[in-house]
């Protein structure tokens, strides 16, 4: 069985290996200095730099490739950064996880 990717969402690689290694799971986590609050589709779920995988304990990991840090559960739903980015797959119209 082939293994799965580290990211889970887009094609571009991430700006370092520490996804790939599980480093990533050492990073610290965003605070709202960083993250503002949203009431749009502008979330950290809905950005191209979002990741999420299963980590140490099949406990969810929630990752911001941009800034290399965590996200707290639930904070993906309702909260984006100034470096928020539309999902390429949105940009182009198409979704092969879908297809």
């Not at 580290?6 to 520490?18: E, I, M, Q």
């Not at 779920?45 to 999420?52: E, G, P, Q, S, V």
């Not at 965590?70 to 390429?88: K, V």
Request: glycine letters at 6%.
């Amino acid at each position: 069985m082939a293994a799965l990717p580290s990211h889970s969402r887009g094609t571009l690689p991430v700006p370092s290996s520490a996804a790939d290694d599980g480093d990533d799971e050492h990073w610290p986590y965003l605070d709202e200095e960083v993250l503002v609050a949203s009431r749009s589709r502008k979330v950290c779920l809905t950005c191209h730099f979002f990741r999420h995988r299963a980590g140490v304990n099949c406990i969810s990991l929630l990752t911001c490739q941009l800034h290399q840090a965590l996200l707290a559960h639930g904070e993906h739903l309702t909260r984006r950064c100034q470096g928020w980015t539309d999902d390429m797959t949105r940009q182009r119209g198409w979704c092969p996880e879908l297809a």
